[in-house]
Antibody, heavy 119, light 109 residues
């Protein structure tokens, strides 16, 4: 059974880099035909698609975040990572890891992790 | 970036039918937007109900169905139950990038 577990600092200072890891179990990133990615949800608001990565390293990013965003895979650890630089309070959100059927369709979701940007 | 629109809120009677729609600022929604539909209840992660316009997961109740309707993607709930009260989001694909709609709050009353 697929499990996606997000982890990382719950508090990040403004202007710093937000870094999260998604540990995948129940599927192998290296042999999977799925994409892997991230979605976020600011408190009390809707969902925002962040981006995805394939096991080849090929990526698709939200254009509004692209300049600050890096999503990558570590197939040896079966993990997906998210790095978002120069964060502000507007980046405060619950961040979800998700397996995607294609480059843009999240299909199986992790439970999410809250990241707060504050000094 | 495209804007995806949904009704902010809808109310349905128990046992009734309601249709949620998902429109695109770029024009007609087609199967090439690979529409997805998600259900989210308070304090929970979203759950995928429909993928690629009309496909269901094993956990998707039979009362939910997806389609294309009047130039939009649509999610129809037939025979609403109290447990269906939730926020529903659609997602459309634009050249590999996903865009969520703002969500529709469905009340069963």
């Amino acid at each position: 059974q697929l499990q996606l577990q997000e982890s990382g600092p719950g508090l990040v200072k403004p202007s710093e880099t937000l870094s999260l890891i998604c540990a995948v179990s129940g599927d192998s990133i290296s042999s999977s035909n799925y994409y892997w990615g991230w979605i976020r949800q600011p408190p009390g608001t809707g969902l925002e698609w962040i981006g995805t990565v394939y096991n080849t390293g090929s990526t698709y990013y939200n254009p509004s975040l692209k300049s600050r965003l890096t999503i990558s895979v570590d197939t040896s650890k079966n993990q997906v990572s998210l790095k978002l630089s120069s964060v502000t309070a507007a980046d405060t959100a619950v961040y979800y890891c998700a397996r995607h059927r294609g480059p843009s369709g999240p299909d199986s979701w992790g439970q999410g992790t809250l990241v707060t940007v504050s000094s | 970036q495209a804007v995806v629109t949904q009704e902010p809120s809808l109310t349905v009677s128990p046992g009734g039918t309601v249709t949620l729609t998902c429109g695109s600022s770029t024009g007609t929604v087609t199967s090439h937007h690979y529409p997805y539909w998600y259900q989210q209840k308070p304090g929970q992660a979203p759950r995928t109900l429909i993928y690629d316009t009309f496909n269901k997961h094993s956990w998707t109740p039979a009362r939910f169905s997806g389609s294309l309707l009047g130039g939009k993607a649509a999610l129809t709930l037939s025979g609403a139950q109290s447990e269906d009260e939730a926020e529903y989001y659609c997602l459309l694909s634009y050249s590999g990038a996903g865009v969520f709609g703002g969500g529709t709050k469905v009340t069963v009353l």
